[in-house]
Protein backbone atom coordinates (compact mmCIF):
# COMPACT_ATOMS: atom_id res chain seq x y z
CA UNK A 1 0.00 0.00 0.00
CA UNK A 2 1.20 3.44 -0.93
CA UNK A 3 2.38 5.71 2.49
CA UNK A 4 1.81 9.24 3.29
CA UNK A 5 4.18 11.71 4.82
CA UNK A 6 4.10 14.93 5.87
CA UNK A 7 6.67 17.37 7.45
CA UNK A 8 6.59 19.02 9.63
CA UNK A 9 4.55 17.18 12.34
CA UNK A 10 4.30 20.66 13.96
CA UNK A 11 4.93 24.13 13.74
CA UNK A 12 4.83 27.55 14.72
CA UNK A 13 4.50 30.82 12.71
CA UNK A 14 3.68 34.32 13.20
CA UNK A 15 0.63 35.87 12.30
CA UNK A 16 1.08 37.00 8.63
CA UNK A 17 3.78 34.56 7.57
CA UNK A 18 4.00 32.35 4.88
CA UNK A 19 3.49 28.35 5.86
CA UNK A 20 4.22 25.32 3.57
CA UNK A 21 3.30 21.82 4.52
CA UNK A 22 4.76 18.59 2.83
CA UNK A 23 2.94 15.78 1.67
CA UNK A 24 5.14 12.61 0.17
CA UNK A 25 3.56 9.60 -1.62
CA UNK A 26 5.67 6.48 -1.31
CA UNK A 27 4.33 5.55 -5.32
CA UNK A 28 3.09 7.77 -7.49
CA UNK A 29 -0.81 9.09 -7.22
CA UNK A 30 -0.93 11.82 -9.97
CA UNK A 31 -3.15 14.32 -8.31
CA UNK A 32 -5.27 12.41 -6.51
CA UNK A 33 -4.65 14.66 -3.31
CA UNK A 34 -6.43 15.97 -1.26
CA UNK A 35 -6.24 18.73 2.33
CA UNK A 36 -8.53 18.81 5.04
CA UNK A 37 -7.93 21.22 8.04
CA UNK A 38 -9.29 19.81 11.31
CA UNK A 39 -9.79 22.69 14.10
CA UNK A 40 -9.53 21.34 17.71
CA UNK A 41 -13.02 19.42 18.87
CA UNK A 42 -14.26 19.92 15.16
CA UNK A 43 -15.14 17.59 11.95
CA UNK A 44 -12.53 17.61 9.35
CA UNK A 45 -13.19 20.59 6.87
CA UNK A 46 -12.35 19.70 2.89
CA UNK A 47 -9.71 22.30 1.87
CA UNK A 48 -7.98 21.59 -1.64
CA UNK A 49 -8.88 18.41 -4.04
CA UNK A 50 -7.35 17.65 -7.10
CA UNK A 51 -4.12 18.92 -5.17
CA UNK A 52 -4.58 22.13 -6.44
CA UNK A 53 -8.42 22.74 -6.51
CA UNK A 54 -9.94 25.07 -4.15
CA UNK A 55 -12.86 23.85 -2.15
CA UNK A 56 -15.71 26.24 -2.38
CA UNK A 57 -15.72 28.79 0.13
CA UNK A 58 -11.91 28.01 1.26
CA UNK A 59 -9.84 31.55 1.39
CA UNK A 60 -7.86 31.54 -1.24
CA UNK A 61 -4.83 32.34 0.74
CA UNK A 62 -4.65 28.53 1.05
CA UNK A 63 -3.35 26.98 -2.24
CA UNK A 64 -1.95 23.63 -3.51
CA UNK A 65 0.39 21.91 -5.74
CA UNK A 66 2.43 19.31 -6.51
CA UNK A 67 1.71 16.03 -8.84
CA UNK A 68 3.08 12.51 -8.91
CA UNK A 69 4.87 11.92 -5.33
CA UNK A 70 5.54 16.02 -4.18
CA UNK A 71 2.84 17.72 -3.32
CA UNK A 72 2.61 21.22 -1.04
CA UNK A 73 -0.39 22.91 1.05
CA UNK A 74 0.36 26.72 1.42
CA UNK A 75 -1.08 29.28 3.45
CA UNK A 76 0.08 32.28 2.28
CA UNK A 77 -0.26 35.05 5.31
CA UNK A 78 -1.43 32.56 8.01
CA UNK A 79 -4.11 33.78 10.33
CA UNK A 80 -5.29 33.03 13.84
CA UNK A 81 -8.75 31.67 12.88
CA UNK A 82 -5.53 29.20 10.69
CA UNK A 83 -4.86 27.14 13.83
CA UNK A 84 -5.91 23.45 13.22
CA UNK A 85 -3.91 20.27 12.08
CA UNK A 86 -4.07 19.83 8.55
CA UNK A 87 -3.59 16.21 7.01
CA UNK A 88 -3.09 15.26 3.43
CA UNK A 89 -5.19 11.99 1.64
CA UNK A 90 -4.29 10.18 -1.10
CA UNK A 91 -7.54 9.02 -3.54
CA UNK A 92 -6.47 7.42 -6.34
CA UNK A 93 -7.39 3.90 -4.79
CA UNK A 94 -7.94 2.06 -1.78
CA UNK A 95 -6.94 2.50 0.54
CA UNK A 96 -7.82 6.29 1.00
CA UNK A 97 -4.30 6.60 3.15
CA UNK A 98 -3.82 10.12 5.29
CA UNK A 99 -0.48 11.73 6.21
CA UNK A 100 -0.29 11.93 9.88
CA UNK A 101 -0.91 15.68 10.19
CA UNK A 102 0.75 18.62 10.64
CA UNK A 103 -0.29 20.82 13.62
CA UNK A 104 0.12 24.38 12.95
CA UNK A 105 0.15 27.16 15.79
CA UNK A 106 0.58 30.47 16.18
CA UNK A 107 3.90 32.10 17.59
CA UNK B 1 -28.59 21.25 3.77
CA UNK B 2 -26.36 17.88 3.90
CA UNK B 3 -26.30 16.55 6.96
CA UNK B 4 -25.04 13.14 8.23
CA UNK B 5 -25.70 11.75 11.34
CA UNK B 6 -23.65 8.76 12.77
CA UNK B 7 -25.16 6.78 15.78
CA UNK B 8 -24.87 3.30 17.16
CA UNK B 9 -20.95 3.85 19.43
CA UNK B 10 -20.98 3.20 22.96
CA UNK B 11 -18.91 1.08 25.11
CA UNK B 12 -18.19 -2.24 24.28
CA UNK B 13 -16.27 -5.15 25.53
CA UNK B 14 -13.44 -7.03 23.77
CA UNK B 15 -14.24 -9.25 21.28
CA UNK B 16 -17.45 -7.89 20.96
CA UNK B 17 -19.29 -6.73 17.68
CA UNK B 18 -21.44 -3.18 17.13
CA UNK B 19 -23.07 -1.09 14.14
CA UNK B 20 -22.44 1.56 13.18
CA UNK B 21 -25.27 3.37 11.54
CA UNK B 22 -25.07 6.86 9.20
CA UNK B 23 -28.21 8.44 8.46
CA UNK B 24 -27.51 11.11 5.49
CA UNK B 25 -30.17 13.93 4.21
CA UNK B 26 -30.07 16.90 1.79
CA UNK B 27 -28.61 15.04 -1.25
CA UNK B 28 -29.44 12.42 -3.58
CA UNK B 29 -27.63 9.78 -1.26
CA UNK B 30 -27.52 7.38 -4.16
CA UNK B 31 -25.18 9.05 -6.47
CA UNK B 32 -22.52 9.53 -3.88
CA UNK B 33 -20.10 7.06 -1.96
CA UNK B 34 -19.81 7.09 1.47
CA UNK B 35 -16.67 6.41 3.31
CA UNK B 36 -15.91 5.87 7.45
CA UNK B 37 -12.78 7.55 8.70
CA UNK B 38 -12.21 6.98 12.55
CA UNK B 39 -9.57 9.32 15.05
CA UNK B 40 -8.28 7.54 18.28
CA UNK B 41 -8.35 9.91 21.35
CA UNK B 42 -5.44 12.71 20.39
CA UNK B 43 -4.25 10.93 17.10
CA UNK B 44 -4.46 11.24 13.19
CA UNK B 45 -7.36 10.52 10.74
CA UNK B 46 -7.32 6.48 9.79
CA UNK B 47 -9.67 6.04 6.67
CA UNK B 48 -11.66 2.31 7.80
CA UNK B 49 -14.12 1.55 5.20
CA UNK B 50 -15.63 3.15 1.80
CA UNK B 51 -19.15 1.93 -0.51
CA UNK B 52 -19.82 3.04 -4.04
CA UNK B 53 -22.91 4.81 -4.54
CA UNK B 54 -24.79 1.87 -5.75
CA UNK B 55 -23.76 -0.28 -2.88
CA UNK B 56 -21.89 -2.82 -5.24
CA UNK B 57 -18.38 -2.18 -4.33
CA UNK B 58 -16.97 -2.15 -0.87
CA UNK B 59 -13.30 -1.21 0.58
CA UNK B 60 -11.58 -1.79 3.39
CA UNK B 61 -8.37 -0.81 5.31
CA UNK B 62 -6.04 -4.27 6.17
CA UNK B 63 -6.54 -2.81 9.67
CA UNK B 64 -10.36 -3.84 9.81
CA UNK B 65 -10.53 -6.10 6.66
CA UNK B 66 -12.47 -9.38 7.59
CA UNK B 67 -14.08 -8.37 10.81
CA UNK B 68 -15.80 -5.33 9.09
CA UNK B 69 -18.41 -5.51 6.43
CA UNK B 70 -20.08 -2.62 5.42
CA UNK B 71 -23.22 -1.80 3.40
CA UNK B 72 -26.25 0.61 2.28
CA UNK B 73 -29.91 1.07 2.24
CA UNK B 74 -30.39 3.80 -0.35
CA UNK B 75 -34.49 3.45 0.47
CA UNK B 76 -33.37 4.75 4.19
CA UNK B 77 -30.42 7.12 2.79
CA UNK B 78 -28.62 4.97 5.86
CA UNK B 79 -25.09 3.20 5.51
CA UNK B 80 -23.86 0.72 8.18
CA UNK B 81 -20.70 -0.80 9.23
CA UNK B 82 -21.15 -3.78 11.42
CA UNK B 83 -17.60 -4.52 13.48
CA UNK B 84 -17.07 -7.84 15.03
CA UNK B 85 -14.27 -9.24 16.97
CA UNK B 86 -13.59 -5.76 18.10
CA UNK B 87 -10.27 -4.93 20.09
CA UNK B 88 -8.64 -1.41 22.28
CA UNK B 89 -6.77 -0.74 18.94
CA UNK B 90 -10.18 -0.14 17.28
CA UNK B 91 -11.75 2.46 20.49
CA UNK B 92 -12.18 5.91 18.11
CA UNK B 93 -14.42 8.71 17.16
CA UNK B 94 -15.76 7.06 14.03
CA UNK B 95 -16.81 10.05 11.71
CA UNK B 96 -18.67 9.00 7.99
CA UNK B 97 -18.13 11.24 5.09
CA UNK B 98 -19.80 11.95 1.83
CA UNK B 99 -17.75 11.76 -1.02
CA UNK B 100 -17.98 13.79 -4.42
CA UNK B 101 -18.45 11.18 -6.74
CA UNK B 102 -20.09 8.12 -6.67
CA UNK B 103 -16.73 5.59 -6.28
CA UNK B 104 -15.29 5.64 -2.49
CA UNK B 105 -12.05 6.68 -4.76
CA UNK B 106 -12.77 10.21 -4.50
CA UNK B 107 -12.45 13.16 -1.91
CA UNK B 108 -15.35 14.01 1.09
CA UNK B 109 -16.93 17.26 1.16
CA UNK B 110 -19.39 16.61 4.27
CA UNK B 111 -18.52 15.09 7.41
CA UNK B 112 -20.90 13.66 10.38
CA UNK B 113 -20.36 14.20 14.07
CA UNK B 114 -18.95 11.55 14.44
CA UNK B 115 -19.70 8.69 17.21
CA UNK B 116 -17.42 7.32 19.68
CA UNK B 117 -16.66 4.05 20.33
CA UNK B 118 -14.53 2.43 23.24
CA UNK B 119 -13.89 -0.80 23.48
CA UNK B 120 -12.62 -1.85 27.37
CA UNK B 121 -13.76 -4.59 29.94
Known amino acids: DIQMTQSPSSLSASVGDRVTITCRAS??????LAWYQQKPGKVPKLLIH???TLQSGVPSRFSGSGSGTDFTLTISSLQPVDVAIYYC?????????FGGGTKVEIK | EVQLLASGGGLIQPGGSLRLSCAAS????????ISWVRQAPGKGLEWVSG????????YFADSVKGRFTLSRDNSKNTVYLQMNSLSAEDSAIYYC??????????????WGQGTLVTVSS
Open chain 1, 50 to 52: GAS
Open chain 2, 26 to 33: GFTFSNYA
Open chain 2, 97 to 110: AKGLGAVPGTKYDY
Open chain 1, 89 to 97: QKYNSAPLT
Open chain 2, 51 to 58: ISGTGGST
Open chain 1, 27 to 32: QGISSY
